[in-house]
């Protein structure tokens, strides 16, 4: 089975300018979750999506917004881009099937904000 | 609410000598808990997990962890480091029914030769 893809892997933008950040969870997974990591703050959770349904947030600014599609395919987006930003923002699946479920994290984008 | 404490950033340890990596929770119900790893410019790779079965999780690449509820403790050990353990490690904590996952700030394995 193939991994969790993300797309782009590499990205620069400047501030003020908006970016979409896209996911390809497992075949069959349907649970979809973004994080977003800095060496400031480590792994911070964004938020988790199911059957294209945010089912939790994190604590971020509404910048930050996603949507899943019904073949679980997930995207963020990300607005008015500041410099702190910058962050390497990974995408992790899951099954869903019960309590203690694995994720399966993709290699990550990396964004830069100039 | 749900939290991660890992104790140390950085941790340095000899080739062939032991490895632990200590993580504390706090959760009020009886969490799910994981340690990943991270190489760098990789996501994060799944070592093992805690799910209320047996307390001492056997994990990938020769790694345990123990959970000990008393200590609200779940400590990551490997008896005899290796070269290729040098990465960055997460202890993360789940609660039934909660759709998120919350990360420690990891700690950095460094394996001297």
């Known amino acids: 089975k193939a991994g969790v893809t993300q797309t782009p892997r590499y990205l620069i933008k400047t501030r003020g300018q908006q970016v979409t950040l896209s996911c390809s969870p497992i075949?069959?997974?349907?649970?979809v979750s973004w994080y977003q990591q800095t060496p400031g703050q480590g792994l911070q959770f964004l938020f988790e999506?199911?059957?294209?349904?945010?089912?939790n947030k994190g604590n971020f600014p509404g910048r930050f917004s996603g949507r899943q599609f019904s073949n679980s395919r997930s995207e963020m987006n990300v607005s008015t881009l500041e410099l702190g930003d910058s962050a390497l923002y990974l995408c992790?699946?899951?099954?869903?099937?019960?309590?203690?479920?694995?994720?399966?994290f993709g290699p990550g984008t990396r964004l830069l904000v100039l | 609410a749900q939290s991660v404490t890992q104790l140390g950033s950085h941790v340095s340890v000899s080739e062939g000598a032991l490895v632990l990596l200590r993580c504390n929770y706090s959760?009020?119900?009886?969490?799910?808990l994981f340690w990943y790893v991270q190489y760098p410019n990789q996501g994060l790779q799944l070592l093992l997990k805690?799910?209320?079965?047996?307390?001492l999780v056997k994990g990938i690449n020769g790694f345990e962890a123990e959970f000990k509820k008393s200590e609200t403790s779940f400590h990551l050990t490997k008896p005899s480091a290796h070269m290729s353990d040098a990465a960055e490690y997460f202890c993360?904590?789940?609660?039934?029914?909660?759709?998120?996952?919350?990360f420690g700030a990891g700690t950095r394995l460094f394996v001297k030769a």
């Open positions: 075949s069959g997974h349907r649970s």
């Open positions: 993360a904590v789940s609660e039934v029914g909660g759709f998120k996952t919350i």
């Open positions: 992790a699946s899951s099954l869903d099937e019960g309590p203690g479920e694995t994720q399966y």
């Open positions: 805690y799910t209320s079965a047996a307390t």
């Open positions: 959760s009020s119900v009886p969490p799910y």
């Open positions: 999506y199911f059957s294209e349904t945010q089912r």
